[in-house]
Structure formats: C-alpha cells, structure tokens
C-alpha cells in the first residue's frame, strides 16, 4: 500500500504542480481558451489557486522524501481536497458536468492519500 500510495502522490503531485504553474505563471487572458471558469475569478484569485496548487503539489512529496515534517504531507492532500470541492462547486454553478467528474475523480485520490498518510501508512 505505501507504495500505491508514492504513486498516487507522485501523480498528484505532478498534476497540480504544473496546474499551479500554468495558473501562476500566464495571464488571465492566456487561460480563457482552456480554462473558461477564469472568466468568473478576478486575476489575483487565479494567480492564488494556482500558487495554492503549486504549494500543495510540492507539499505532497516535499516532506515525506525529505524526512522534514512529514506530516505535511496528509495536510496538503487534505487542502487538495477542499481545493477541489471547492472546483466542482463552481463547475456545478458553471453547469460544467464533466469538470464536476474530473473534481470528484482528484479528489478521491487525495482522500485517499490523506487517510493513508494520517492512518496506516503514516511516517
């Protein structure tokens, strides 16, 4: 299980460091065409999701592999999920079916990873 769950950190991870990258890094404009739902959050707010992105993506490797507070790991999974409930409810106000799927889908991962790393499989 402690290795499914490297997997699935180091999937995550990678999802939402380059999520947070592209957020952080290209202008509003820029995201329009790929991600329509920036139209409804100032520039400032996408600029923080995807710093909040960018942080939780290293948070879920960052300290397990380094031995350094390795309880940040669960806490960033856990703030991953609430980042993405948060995602589903504005693709549900969007009436965006399938961004709800994708939300949902991320977030079971991150739940898992939270309870694996808080529970049984914890440093």
Do not use: C
Not at 9 to 23: D, E, R
Not at 56 to 71: D, E, K, N, S, V
């Amino acid at each position: 299980m402690n290795v499914f769950l490297w997997i699935v950190q180091a999937i995550l991870a990678a999802m939402f460091v380059m999520s947070g990258l592209m957020k952080s890094t290209q202008p509003k404009e820029k995201l329009a065409p790929k991600l329509p739902w920036v139209e409804d959050f100032s520039a400032g707010t996408v600029r923080f999701i995807g710093v909040v992105e960018l942080l939780g993506g290293l948070g879920l490797i960052l300290p397990a592999a380094t031995g350094i507070a390795p309880i940040l790991t669960p806490i960033a999974a856990t703030g991953l999920a609430v980042v993405m409930v948060l995602a589903a409810a504005t693709h549900i106000r969007r009436k965006e079916p399938s961004g709800v799927a994708f939300n949902a889908a991320v977030f079971a991962l991150a739940v898992v990873v939270a309870w694996g790393r808080f529970g049984p499989y914890g440093w």
